[in-house]
């Protein structure tokens, strides 16, 4: 079957942990994908882990506790040993059993949750790393068809209302309240879908990044549906 990512320039596709951490941004470029084909159960583990709140991290203890089959346990194996390889990267990779995220409907004008399309930002330099096991998947978005929504003047006139400060103040308080992340994507846009099993690395902006960050969202939940998605 034909890879969907592989003709797409914002897309590097991959075939070891390796080549996908050591690989560098370039041009337009700015997502890394081990495309992978994973076998095992992860619906099982799924099932068997217990949501404890809307966001559940899920600790090695927990996974290891599980009784599991064998399609389950080829899971797990999969899923501590992606652990593991971003441990001991240096990373810092969080397991979540997730029902849903927190919303943000303060504001009718402007949303900055993660079901926005947004970009993550760092005072280091870092990569966010992304795989879902289970469930719904992120959408990334090429940043050609997409436009800053802190840029989009009825949006940006709202948001200087909102500030009621000193002009010289506006693009701090733009930052400070993560206005300045979130973008709208355009007409045109065709969003990618990361699908299931694949390990992902993302640009994010940083003082040293030499290539746009990438911008994402979060997908709406399927109903009754919880995801398994290993983030860092």
């Given at each position: 079957?034909?890879?969907?990512?592989?003709?797409?320039?914002?897309?590097?596709?991959?075939?070891?942990?390796?080549?996908?951490?050591?690989?560098?941004?370039?041009?337009?470029?700015?997502?890394?994908?081990?495309?992978?084909?994973?076998?095992?159960?992860?619906?099982?583990?799924?099932?068997?882990?217990?949501?404890?709140?809307?966001?559940?991290?899920?600790?090695?203890?927990?996974?290891?506790?599980?009784?599991?089959?064998?399609?389950?346990?080829?899971?797990?194996?999969?899923?501590?040993?992606?652990?593991?390889?971003?441990?001991?990267?240096?990373?810092?990779?969080?397991?979540?059993?997730?029902?849903?995220?927190?919303?943000?409907d303060e504001l009718?004008?402007?949303?900055?949750?993660?079901?926005?399309?947004?970009?993550?930002?760092?005072?280091?330099?870092?990569?966010?790393?992304?795989?879902?096991?289970?469930?719904?998947?992120?959408?990334?978005?090429?940043?050609?068809?997409?436009?800053?929504?802190?840029?989009?003047?009825?949006?940006?006139?709202?948001?200087?209302?909102?500030?009621?400060?000193?002009?010289?103040?506006?693009?701090?308080?733009?930052?400070?309240?993560?206005?300045?992340?979130?973008?709208?994507?355009?007409?045109?846009?065709?969003?990618?879908?990361?699908?299931?099993?694949?390990?992902?690395?993302?640009?994010?902006?940083?003082?040293?990044?030499?290539?746009?960050?990438?911008?994402?969202?979060?997908?709406?939940?399927?109903?009754g549906e919880y995801?398994?998605?290993?983030?860092?």
């Amino acid at each position: 079957m034909k890879n969907p990512f592989s003709d797409n320039p914002q897309i590097k596709v991959v075939s070891t942990f390796s080549e996908l951490v050591n690989s560098n941004f370039q041009g337009e470029m700015n997502a890394l994908c081990w495309y992978r084909n994973l076998v095992g159960d992860f619906k099982e583990i799924v099932a068997k882990l217990e949501l404890k709140e809307n966001i559940t991290e899920v600790s090695v203890e927990d996974l290891l506790a599980l009784q599991l089959s064998e399609h389950g346990h080829l899971a797990r194996e999969i899923i501590l040993s992606d652990i593991q390889l971003l441990t001991d990267f240096g990373a810092s990779p969080s397991l979540n059993l997730l029902k849903c995220y927190e919303r943000d409907d303060e504001l009718d004008f402007i949303s900055t949750d993660v079901y926005s399309y947004h970009i993550d930002r760092s005072p280091i330099e870092t990569d966010t790393f992304l795989c879902t096991y289970y469930g719904a998947a992120s959408d990334i978005v090429p940043n050609d068809q997409v436009e800053q929504k802190i840029l989009i003047p009825e949006i940006r006139e709202k948001l200087k209302e909102l500030h009621d400060g000193p002009e010289a103040e506006f693009e701090a308080f733009l930052a400070e309240y993560f206005f300045d992340l979130h973008y709208q994507p355009k007409p045109n846009a065709k969003p990618v879908n990361l699908g299931s099993g694949h390990l992902w690395r993302l640009a994010v902006d940083h003082p040293t990044q030499k290539v746009l960050p990438c911008v994402h969202r979060a997908p709406i939940e399927k109903d009754g549906e919880y995801r398994l998605l290993l983030i860092c």
